[in-house]
């Protein structure tokens, strides 16, 4: 009798928030990246994606259910993830002829964000990566994370740090098969555990421009852009990578800050522009900002991904000073007050993400 079984896994993946974004692609096939980027994995326990992948011969065709609707799955970008991985899987089948082979199987993927899905809050990064690594254990490919964050990679960039918990880099490489453009943990979660996330949820609707046509557009018209590759990025990465060595939340502030205007600025020099901010977003902005001039030191940093919402960094030990600026605004500010939620989060541990 034909086997009709249904084989099955499941697991979570954490969002991250860049402190020095990625927004460039060298090779768009590839998805191979104009810049470094550095970013903060945020805990499973507040935001995540979570998928489960299923494979069985009497399935019809390959299948994404996406928050409980159908999700195209034809796209290039995780044709080239599913791909990899099932030729993982029959090379593991053709060593071993007791494997089922499920390579040959139809896959149904199905995934939920418990967060707002293409807002500017990485849920494509969270995405990919659980996509990867539900479908990798439903193999049982015996693969590494950082073989996992090259794969992810291929599906969304920012995937490829979402394997990893705690401080992450994005090394852009320079060969052509990017097999060098890497994810690495530049610390653990445990050498800095007081970091914290605020994150506002200013809109919860889908970003009208997407994160890779908008990077498209600014490297292909955005002269900014070329001075944010050459000067301003890899000064913000090493900035960076100090400031988190020596935990030196002052100067993590205000690279995190400055490379989110930049970021902002090459897209409003892309031709069109393209702006994700919008009037609360800046508001949260001068909110920070009043915030750190209030306490004579900076105990906020604010970053913006491709979407208004915000997220603002800062230590527990000003949680009371944060929390107490933000949640009366919360009330108070007609764009927060509809529709808005807040998460407080903290840093992923690596342990959890293995
Ligand atoms: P975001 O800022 O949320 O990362 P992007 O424009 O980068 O927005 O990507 C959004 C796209 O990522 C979605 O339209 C969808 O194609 C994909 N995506 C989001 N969540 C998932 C998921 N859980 N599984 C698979 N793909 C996902
Ligand atoms: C602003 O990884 O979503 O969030 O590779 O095209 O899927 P694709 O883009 P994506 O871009 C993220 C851009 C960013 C900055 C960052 O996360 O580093
Ligand atoms: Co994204």
Redesign the pocket.
């Known amino acids: 009798m034909a086997d009709t079984k249904v084989y099955r896994a499941s697991t979570t993946a954490p969002v991250n928030i860049?402190v020095v974004?990625?927004?460039g692609?060298r090779d768009p096939k590839l998805?191979l990246p104009t810049n470094s980027?550095l970013?903060v994995t945020l805990s499973q326990d507040d935001l995540r994606t979570l998928t489960t992948a299923s494979c069985s011969s009497a399935y019809k065709e390959d299948t994404l259910l996406l928050n409980g609707s159908p999700s195209d799955l034809t796209g290039a970008r995780t044709q080239a993830c599913l791909r990899e991985l099932r030729s993982r899987r029959a090379a593991l089948e053709s060593n071993d002829a007791s494997l089922p082979k499920l390579s040959t199987m139809p896959l149904l993927l199905v995934s939920e964000n418990n967060f707002p899905t293409a807002a500017?809050l990485?849920s494509?990064?969270a995405g990919f990566a659980a996509l990867v690594r539900a479908t990798a254990d439903l193999y049982e490919l015996p693969a590494s994370p950082t073989e996992l964050s090259l794969i992810a990679r291929q599906g969304?960039?920012?995937?490829c740090r979402s394997l990893f918990g705690g401080y992450v880099a994005w090394r852009h490489g320079s060969q052509a098969d990017g097999l060098d453009s890497k994810a690495v943990e530049v610390a653990p979660a445990s050498h800095w555990p007081t970091m914290r996330a605020l994150i506002l949820v200013v809109s919860a609707a889908k970003k009208g421009v997407s994160?890779?046509s908008g990077?498209q557009q600014t490297v292909a018209t955005s002269g900014l852009f070329k001075q944010r590759i050459a000067d301003v990025v890899p000064a913000n990465m090493e900035t960076m990578e100090a400031a988190i060595a020596a935990k030196d939340f002052a100067k993590f502030a205000e690279v995190t800050m400055r490379d989110s205007n930049s970021?902002h600025a090459t897209c409003a020099d892309t031709y069109p522009p393209i702006f994700y901010m919008n009037d609360v977003s800046r508001a949260a902005v001068r909110a920070v900002e009043a915030i750190n001039a209030a306490a004579g030191r900076t105990v906020a940093a604010y970053t913006f991904?491709?979407g208004p919402n915000a997220v603002i960094y800062y230590l527990e030990e000003d949680k009371e000073t944060i929390l107490g600026t933000f949640y009366p605004l919360l009330q108070d500010t007609d764009g927060w007050k509809d529709g808005a939620k807040v998460f407080k989060t903290s840093v992923e541990l690596d342990e959890a993400v293995a």
Do not use: C, I
């Open positions: 860049a974004k990625y927004w692609k998805n980027s970013s500017g990485a494509s990064a969304s960039g920012s995937a994160s890779t990077m970021f991904d491709a």
